[in-house]
């Protein structure tokens, strides 16, 4: 799902050295498919030109309240128009006037003419962000309804490390997302585990798979873009998604504890991970050394985590995933009926379009309730907003209204 796809977006740039980055932002803004009008202060346009960001968006940048050629006041038109307003970077003198309420020029006029989700992604030297002024101005602007998209810790253009640095841009991009989701899982806990195990053999080797933990990731990321609270345990080492809370496990003994630990306290969980279905009996201590001739492993079987929830669950909905070469949809609606679960999602790992470590996926989607769904070749971000749509339809996702609270 798009949700920048036509939408009216204004992106307000202020007078800091992070200025020049509203450019790729533009760039990322209009690949999502937002329409783009930019404002920017006088102080703004010292560090990055109009015509730069202008060529970006395919739009007149905004600069005055008033123009010749037009006597209305730009604040109300653009305002009215705007679905989404966004200030970034924003320095510690806007974030200072926003606070007061001010509309001393047409970007800070607009701020308080919009009737839309509002974010602010501050920048500034590290002492200027940790003063108190400015931390009492954001604490404000965020108990009026403004997101305040956190800067980072980094090198500042004063030569100092600190916090203070424009977040980066996929973080402000996915906020956004956020902002124009749906919030169709808003007070829901939704837990998805991501990742391939490892199961060690010695101090070096381990029995693996292929899995990167993209699709585990996306799924986090798109359940927190519509309001959950995330948990993912994750046995990948990719970034974790902004908003959401990870725990890092390796094999599928350390994935089943951290599991059913917080199960009893979830609403909805998405095994994504490719855990791992055998395991040594034993782990060497010491790497074991070539000596020429077989080596004999004995494996035993590892867990089925999955089966376990489709037992123990009472209104909690469980989904799993089917990682299939072959008879994909025969073996994936034997999982969902053996297994007890409320919806697979099943996938062919052999095609190379969209196998492991594809940032692509072409799957089914088979519920419980008889729903299924074949998709076409899509990001997974875009298949995991998809999961999350059909999770909806179940009859038992109805009834998890009552239990947001507990």
């Known amino acids: 799902m798009r949700f920048l796809e036509d939408k009216e977006v204004v992106l307000g740039v202020s007078g800091g050295i992070a200025a020049y980055r509203a450019a790729d932002l533009c760039r990322l803004l209009g690949q999502e498919g937002a329409r783009v009008q930019v404002i920017m202060t006088q102080k703004a346009q010292e560090f990055i030109t109009p015509l730069t960001l202008g060529s970006l ?29 966004l200030i970034a970077p924003a320095t510690a ?36 962000y940790k003063n108190p002024a400015v931390q009492e101005n954001l604490a404000l602007l965020s108990r009026r309804g403004w997101v305040i998209v956190e800067p980072e810790e980094g090198p500042l253009l004063s030569g100092a490390v600190g916090k203070g640095r424009l977040a ?41 798979n292929y899995s990167s933990g993209k699709m585990g990731h996306a799924l986090a990321q798109a359940a927190w873009e519509r309001g959950a609270q995330v948990t993912l345990v994750t046995a990948s080492q990719l970034p974790v998604p902004y908003g959401v809370e990870a725990v890092w496990v390796e094999t599928a003994g350390e994935m089943k504890r951290e599991v059913e630990e917080r199960f009893p306290h979830v609403h909805i969980v998405i095994k994504a991970a490719a855990v791992g279905d055998f395991t040594p009996d034993s782990v060497h201590s010491q790497k074991i050394k070539r000596k020429g001739g077989e080596w004999n492993l004995r494996l035993v079987p590892t867990p089925d985590i999955l089966a376990a929830l489709g037992r123990n669950k009472s209104y909690q909905i469980v989904v799993g995933f089917a990682a299939e070469t072959e008879n994909m949809v025969e073996n994936a609606l034997k999982k969902l009926r053996e297994k007890g679960l409320d919806m697979i999602v099943a996938n062919d790992v052999s095609s190379p379009e969209g196998g492991f470590g594809s940032d692509y996926n072409k799957v089914t989607i088979i519920t419980s309730e008889g729903y299924r769904e074949e998709l076409p070749l899509l990001p997974k971000l875009e298949v995991a907003h998809a999961v999350l749509n059909a999770i909806i339809t179940l009859s038992r996702f109805r009834s998890l209204a009552s239990r947001k609270e507990e």
């Open 93 to 128: 003198n806007v974030i200072a006037r926003l606070a007061a309420g001010m509309a001393d020029d047409l970007l800070t006029a607009t701020a308080l003419a919009v009737d839309c989700p509002r974010l602010l992604a501050p920048a500034m030297n590290a002492n200027m």
């Open 168 to 208: 980066r841009l996929e973080k402000i991009l996915a906020y956004c997302r956020r902002s124009l989701a749906p919030k169709d899982y808003e007070g829901l806990k939704v837990l998805v585990t991501a990742g391939g195990t490892r199961e060690p053999l010695d101090p070096v080797r381990y029995i693996g």
């Open 57 to 85: 968006t395919g739009q007149p940048v905004l600069t005055e309240m008033f123009q010749p050629l037009n006597p209305r006041p730009y604040h109300i038109d653009v305002a009215r128009k705007a679905q989404l307003f």
